[in-house]
């Protein structure tokens, strides 16, 4: 009797194998279908993104829908295993995701059940990230609305002076262009973050944009005395004139910014080979090793005594790494408390060609 058990298990096991990656495939694809014929019925506006989620979840039912039905035509213990799956998928949907199905089975249902465990962890990571992300922008926005809320008390005190009131104006006027600056920075890192966002690339001269921007910082190095040291070789690129501008103008100005009254700052530019080298060195505060793999991470703040990225918004180099990711590019930074920082872009070279 063995022999007939044996074919009878292996049949399933080769026919569910071939069925639930179709029965998956055909849920999603007709959650697809369902969303993109009817939301130019019913919501035209409606982004890519939530036209995305809804065929997702619609998806995500369909399959419930199919799992409970075949669970209708399997032995009982198979029909155990698909309303564990089930249930794990229903608490995801719910927002749920500490599942782990602590199942050990050896067929192509483990690694369904592995499958459902490793999304449910990488949702946990997501779900962790969203809430400190909004928690970071809530505590950014926070700080200069409670500025702006105090002193906007303190003019209507009739008995102040015109010197106060001219100060506590100014104040709020400094906190307000900080709220519009977190906010800016905050639509465009969405906007770079977007799949579809373009990059007008074109053959400029990467040295003259690097002079323009040090002339440009000229009221800032001269106030604080620095001595510049610049080595700019000649050359050409094809990039976003504009979104690269935006790179080299934080860069430089955090440097200024941080490095102390008659201190040094070096900008160096060179080709080699197939790349392009940009380096911005600075003899300020520095950066502490174990802050140095998260400086590009948004709102990432160092230790507030180094102050390394006070009075901004701590979005300036997560849109630099954007940028710079847009450009197939690379950016590091090397640093010591006291002795300073270099950021090194490299961005890919383009072969010159004959006037």
């Known amino acids: 009797m063995s022999g007939p058990v044996i074919k009878k298990d292996v049949v399933f096991k080769v026919v ?27 919501w035209p506006q409606a982004s890519d993104f939530t036209i995305g989620v809804t065929s997702g979840i619609l998806g995500f039912f369909l399959f419930l829908l199919a799992m409970f039905l075949i669970s209708k035509l399997f032995p009982r213990r198979h029909r155990e295993l698909f309303q564990m799956i089930i249930d794990a998928l229903r608490r995801i949907a719910k927002g749920d995701f500490s599942v782990n ?22 949702l946990n990571e997501m779900e962790q990230l969203r809430q400190e992300f909004i928690s970071n922008v809530s505590h950014k926005i926070q700080s200069p609305l409670t500025s702006i809320r105090g002193f906007a008390r303190a003019l209507q005190n009739e008995k ?14 400094t906190e307000s262009a900080r709220l519009s600056k977190i906010s800016e ?15 007008e690339r074109k053959r400029y001269s990467l040295d003259q944009q690097l002079r323009r921007i040090i002339l440009a910082c000229e009221p800032q190095w001269l106030e604080k005395e620095l001595e510049l040291d610049i080595i700019l070789d000649k ?13 080299w103008n934080n860069l430089i100005n955090n440097s200024i910014k941080f490095t102390p009254n008659g ?30 793999g998260r400086v590009f991470e948004r709102f990432f703040k160092a230790d507030k005594s180094r102050n390394r990225t006070s009075g901004g918004s701590g979005l300036g180099l997560s849109i630099v790494k954007k940028i710079i990711d847009l450009h197939q590019g690379t950016i590091a930074v090397q640093s010591e408390l006291g002795q300073g920082t270099t950021f090194i872009v490299t961005l890919p070279a383009v072969p010159r060609t004959n006037a």
């Open 235 to 247: 050359v050409e690129i094809v990039a976003d004139e504009e979104m690269l501008s935006q790179v």
């Open 101 to 122: 199905l602590d199942v050990k089975i050896d067929h192509m249902w483990g690694e369904l059940v592995d499958g459902i465990n490793h999304m449910a962890e990488q």
């Open 160 to 173: 102040l002076t015109h010197e106060e009131r001219q100060h506590y104006l100014q104040i709020i006027e």
């Open 263 to 292: 201190g040094k700052l070096q900008i160096q530019l060179r080709e080699a080979g197939e790349e392009v080298l940009v380096r911005v060195t600075d003899t300020g505060i520095g950066i502490a090793k174990e802050d140095q």
């Open 185 to 199: 920075n905050l639509l465009k890192l969405t906007s770079l973050e977007g799949k579809h966002h373009p990059v």
């Open 16 to 42: 569910a194998s071939i069925t639930f990656p179709v029965i998956l495939i055909a849920c999603w694809s007709a959650g697809y279908a369902i969303s993109r014929s009817l939301f130019p019925k019913w």
